[in-house]
């Protein structure tokens, strides 16, 4: 019953019963310290067994580093995905096509305009912030109320459509944007590239910046209470339907600084979103669906786990143990690890 | 959906959402089409093209991917993100045992389809057992499907990204289940396929136990408080959607004799799936076939309508990616205006 699709998103529904599914009531709530240690723990025995298996310590850091700022990436690219479902409760699988759109204008703000590419983000984020309330507004405000598959087939659907229009324009040529000054740096006998780092400190601005428009701000309040209780809300006097489309503007929004800050690295192409999204979901789900703290933690859980595991496991895919520990944490604790059983 | 609705009306949602209700019509009229469906499949050879032939046969195997996914999804009421992990598992395990094992793959097609079931039975207990629903129950299977797709692509045995082609034999030659190109046997079988699917469903849904998963679905507590077994009715529905949608790959490997990871556990098969019943109609018996009879052929007319374009559209000619987004469009606006589905818009209307 709880997961009759219609149910579960039907804010008049009746509880159906005490164990329903650990939907977030609030967007935020914060990692344990319990469970961040517990974390942490795995975390270091899974790199002592790397490095016995690899069998030298350059090579563990190299993995180490390379996998925390790999997840510093997964989780800029989760965060809009997780605020929209802990919001609206619509797994938006356009997330990875506007990821690619992002890139895109990115390309076409830098070669176009002769933009630094970090001054994209002035071009990006605005645009995208409009696409995703106009796509909230006319398709996806109607259907709130419907079973979970019709949001979610319009989700595709718009994937599909944007990563398809963007073949169309820019063709099939992988493009890529060049960031002045980017070189390699040395750490301690791991090479990163500066790109990565600022990525890396992007995620943390972003996270930062999201918690307070949610935290400190009028709009945000209104989100976070829409998102508990969109009937409470509305006896109040919120309006639920602009709060929607403002959700989903602002996690468009984050999705575009996650597209510009990977487009310095990554090559683009249509395609160059949905590699991610497969990812994202794992890291949004680690983190506790709506979690924004949670996806950054869920993110650099995610980067470890897949260079640890490439590490543990030569020869398979490294996204294999991501997945491997994602089924089990959904098993183990559905709620996500940093989110609190309701 | 029983829930939102019923609210307003009990009466109509319980009957649109529970096609069984009105038994004695609707079973009058389910061997009806029934039998028009053997009908039309027995003919169409003789009237199509064989290129029109294998549109058909796609929408064959995109009808039997989105009846398998309703069972469970739309009778069972638990939202499968990832039947492309079933239907890769017929495909594979067949491939597999004909190449590696010399097993005929209509003996490899039963032994796919147990393995899927198993694997389905399985992952369902686990999430069943250890309460993951909704959003969640979806991304579970999503992830599941993942882990076999990457598992193939990093194991040798099973080629990694290279996949299986299957040998060409001579002539027709029923035993190894393969025939030339343009011979109408292949979407006989496939007839044959949907029937046994279709059959299948109906008698299930009318059993005892197809009723009471029904029940279930639509309110699970009430039905566990009466003493129905829940969590068997679920795994039972679950296994036999599993069984048909490795059946489908099954036909679709030995129908285009190829399959690689992306092919068989790919993101676009369970999106398949899944399109092809919401747009016919979830928890309908027919949605999945009508759902495929749009969905197959589509990007096949807007690809031959864009080869020779009518004069206001000769500047879109040769743009690769516009059938999809056409596609794609269509698809937005049939979930937006049709949101019960073409099937369940149909038997709204009529008993209005």
Same mark, same amino acid.
């Given at each position: 019953?709880?997961?009759?699709p219609?149910?579960?998103?039907?804010?008049?529904?009746?509880?159906?019963?005490?164990?329903?599914?650990?939907?977030?009531?609030?967007? /935020?709530?914060?990692?344990?310290?319990?469970?961040?240690?517990?974390?942490?723990?795995?975390?270091?025995?899974?790199?002592?067994?790397?490095?016995?298996?690899?069998?030298?310590?350059?090579?563990?850091?190299?993995?180490?580093?390379?996998?925390?700022l790999?997840?510093?990436? /997964?989780?800029?690219?989760?965060m809009?995905?997780?605020?929209? /479902?802990?919001?609206?409760?619509?797994?938006?699988?356009?997330?990875?096509?506007?990821?690619?759109?992002?890139?895109?204008?990115?390309?076409?703000?830098?070669?176009?305009?002769?933009?630094?590419? /970090?001054?994209?983000?002035?071009i990006?984020?605005?645009?995208?912030?409009?696409?995703?309330?106009?796509?909230?507004?006319?398709?996806?405000?109607?259907?709130?109320?419907?079973?979970?598959?019709?949001q979610?087939?319009?989700?595709?659907?718009?994937?599909?459509?944007?990563?398809?229009?963007?073949?169309?324009?820019?063709?099939?040529?992988?493009?890529?944007?060049?960031?002045?000054?980017?070189?390699?740096?040395?750490?301690?006998g791991?090479?990163?590239?500066?790109?990565?780092?600022?990525?890396?400190i992007?995620?943390?601005?972003?996270?930062?910046?999201?918690?307070?428009?949610?935290?400190?701000?009028?709009?945000?309040?209104?989100?976070?209470?829409?998102?508990?209780?969109?009937?409470?809300?509305?006896?109040?006097?919120?309006?639920?339907?602009?709060?929607?489309?403002?959700?989903?503007g602002?996690?468009?929004?984050?999705?575009?600084?996650?597209?510009?800050?990977?487009?310095?690295?990554?090559?683009?192409?249509?395609?160059?979103?949905?590699?991610?999204?497969?990812?994202?979901?794992?890291?949004?789900?680690?983190?506790?669906?709506?979690?924004?703290?949670?996806?950054?933690v869920?993110?650099?859980?995610?980067?470890?786990?897949e260079?640890?595991?490439?590490?543990?496991?030569?020869g398979?895919?490294?996204?294999?143990?991501?997945?491997?520990?994602?089924?089990?944490?959904?098993?183990?604790?559905?709620?996500?690890?940093?989110?609190?059983?309701? | 959906?029983?829930?939102?609705?019923?609210?307003?009306?009990?009466?109509?949602?319980?009957?649109?959402?529970?096609?069984?209700?009105?038994?004695?019509?609707?079973?009058?009229?389910?061997? %009806?089409?029934?039998?028009?469906?053997?009908?039309?499949g027995?003919?169409?050879?003789?009237?199509?093209?064989?290129?029109?032939?294998?549109?058909?046969?796609?929408?064959?195997?995109?009808?039997?991917?989105?009846?398998?996914?309703?069972?469970?999804?739309?009778?069972?009421?638990?939202f499968? %993100?990832g039947?492309?992990?079933? %239907?890769g598992?017929?495909?594979?395990?067949?491939?597999?045992?004909?190449?590696?094992?010399?097993?005929?793959?209509?003996?490899?097609?039963?032994? +796919?389809?147990?393995?899927a079931?198993?694997?389905?039975?399985?992952?369902?207990?686990?999430?069943?057992?250890?309460?993951v629903?909704?959003?969640?129950?979806?991304?579970s299977?999503?992830?599941?499907?993942?882990?076999?797709?990457?598992?193939?692509?990093?194991?040798?045995?099973?080629?990694?990204?290279?996949?299986?082609?299957?040998?060409?034999?001579?002539?027709?030659?029923?035993?190894?289940?393969?025939?030339?190109?343009?011979?109408?046997?292949?979407?006989?079988?496939?007839?044959? %396929?949907l029937?046994?699917?279709?059959?299948?469903?109906?008698?299930?849904?009318?059993?005892?136990?197809?009723?009471?998963?029904?029940?279930?679905?639509?309110?699970?507590?009430?039905?566990a408080?009466? +003493?129905?077994?829940?969590?068997?009715?679920?795994?039972?529905?679950?296994?036999?959607?599993?069984?048909?949608?490795?059946?489908a790959?099954?036909l679709?490997?030995?129908?285009?004799?190829?399959?690689?990871?992306?092919?068989?556990?790919?993101?676009?098969?369970?999106?398949?799936a899944?399109?092809?019943?919401?747009?016919?109609?979830?928890?309908?018996?027919?949605?999945?076939?009508?759902?495929?009879?749009?969905?197959?052929?589509?990007?096949?007319?807007?690809?031959?309508?864009?080869?020779?374009?009518?004069?206001?559209?000769?500047?879109?000619?040769?743009?690769?990616?516009?059938?999809?987004?056409?596609?794609?469009?269509?698809?937005?606006?049939?979930?937006?205006?049709?949101?019960?589905?073409?099937?369940?818009?149909?038997?709204?209307?009529?008993?209005?």
């Amino acid at each position: 019953m709880a997961q009759s699709p219609a149910a579960s998103l039907t804010p008049s529904a009746p509880a159906p019963n005490a164990e329903a599914p650990a939907r977030p009531k609030r967007t /935020y709530n914060g990692p344990s310290p319990r469970t961040l240690l517990v974390t942490l723990a795995m975390v270091v025995t899974a790199s002592v067994l790397a490095g016995v298996v690899s069998g030298s310590v350059t090579v563990l850091f190299q993995a180490l580093i390379t996998g925390l700022l790999t997840g510093g990436i /997964y989780s800029l690219i989760a965060m809009g995905l997780t605020l929209v /479902y802990g919001v609206l409760h619509i797994i938006n699988f356009a997330n990875g096509a506007m990821v690619a759109l992002s890139m895109f204008l990115t390309y076409a703000a830098v070669s176009g305009l002769g933009l630094h590419p /970090y001054m994209a983000l002035l071009i990006t984020v605005p645009a995208m912030f409009v696409l995703g309330a106009a796509v909230q507004g006319t398709l996806l405000n109607p259907i709130m109320k419907a079973p979970i598959h019709t949001q979610l087939l319009v989700t595709i659907g718009l994937a599909l459509a944007i990563e398809n229009l963007l073949l169309m324009i820019f063709g099939p040529t992988p493009l890529s944007v060049e960031l002045p000054g980017d070189h390699g740096v040395s750490f301690l006998g791991a090479s990163v590239d500066l790109s990565r780092i600022y990525a890396f400190i992007g995620a943390l601005v972003l996270v930062a910046l999201l918690w307070l428009v949610l935290h400190k701000t009028r709009i945000g309040t209104a989100i976070r209470s829409v998102a508990a209780s969109p009937e409470g809300s509305r006896l109040v006097g919120i309006d639920v339907k602009l709060i929607y489309v403002l959700t989903f503007g602002l996690g468009a929004a984050a999705t575009a600084a996650a597209g510009t800050f990977v487009s310095t690295f990554t090559t683009i192409e249509p395609t160059a979103g949905s590699v991610f999204n497969l990812t994202a979901f794992v890291v949004v789900v680690l983190g506790g669906m709506g979690n924004v703290p949670g996806a950054l933690v869920g993110g650099l859980v995610v980067g470890l786990t897949e260079q640890l595991g490439g590490l543990i496991f030569p020869g398979q895919s490294p996204l294999l143990t991501v997945f491997v520990v994602f089924l089990i944490v959904l098993f183990a604790k559905p709620q996500g690890i940093f989110g609190r059983a309701s | 959906m029983s829930t939102s609705t019923a609210a307003q009306a009990p009466s109509v949602s319980r009957r649109t959402s529970t096609p069984m209700a009105a038994s004695t019509v609707s079973m009058r009229w389910n061997w %009806f089409l029934l039998a028009l469906t053997a009908v039309v499949g027995a003919l169409l050879p003789f009237i199509l093209t064989p290129a029109e032939l294998s549109v058909a046969m796609r929408v064959i195997i995109f009808a039997l991917m989105g009846i398998g996914w309703n069972m469970m999804s739309g009778f069972g009421g638990m939202f499968s %993100f990832g039947h492309a992990a079933y %239907f890769g598992i017929g495909a594979y395990t067949t491939a597999f045992l004909l190449l590696d094992v010399g097993m005929s793959p209509w003996l490899g097609m039963i032994v +796919g389809m147990a393995v899927a079931t198993a694997a389905a039975v399985g992952i369902s207990y686990l999430a069943l057992r250890y309460k993951v629903k909704g959003a969640y129950y979806a991304l579970s299977t999503f992830a599941f499907a993942e882990m076999l797709r990457l598992f193939v692509m990093g194991n040798d045995g099973l080629h990694r990204t290279l996949g299986f082609t299957v040998p060409v034999l001579q002539g027709d030659n029923w035993g190894m289940f393969q025939f030339s190109a343009d011979s109408p046997n292949y979407f006989w079988i496939g007839t044959g %396929f949907l029937l046994v699917a279709l059959i299948v469903s109906m008698v299930f849904l009318r059993s005892r136990a197809g009723r009471f998963t029904i029940a279930t679905r639509d309110d699970e507590m009430a039905a566990a408080a009466i +003493g129905i077994p829940v969590l068997r009715h679920k795994l039972t529905v679950t296994a036999i959607s599993a069984a048909i949608t490795a059946a489908a790959g099954t036909l679709y490997l030995q129908f285009y004799m190829f399959v690689d990871p992306e092919i068989a556990f790919g993101h676009a098969v369970s999106n398949n799936a899944i399109i092809t019943a919401v747009l016919g109609g979830v928890g309908m018996l027919w949605g999945p076939l009508v759902g495929a009879i749009i969905v197959a052929p589509l990007s096949d007319l807007v690809a031959a309508l864009l080869r020779n374009p009518p004069e206001w559209l000769a500047l879109l000619s040769g743009q690769s990616g516009l059938d999809i987004v056409i596609y794609a469009v269509i698809l937005i606006a049939c979930v937006l205006v049709l949101p019960k589905g073409i099937v369940g818009t149909i038997v709204t209307r009529s008993r209005k």
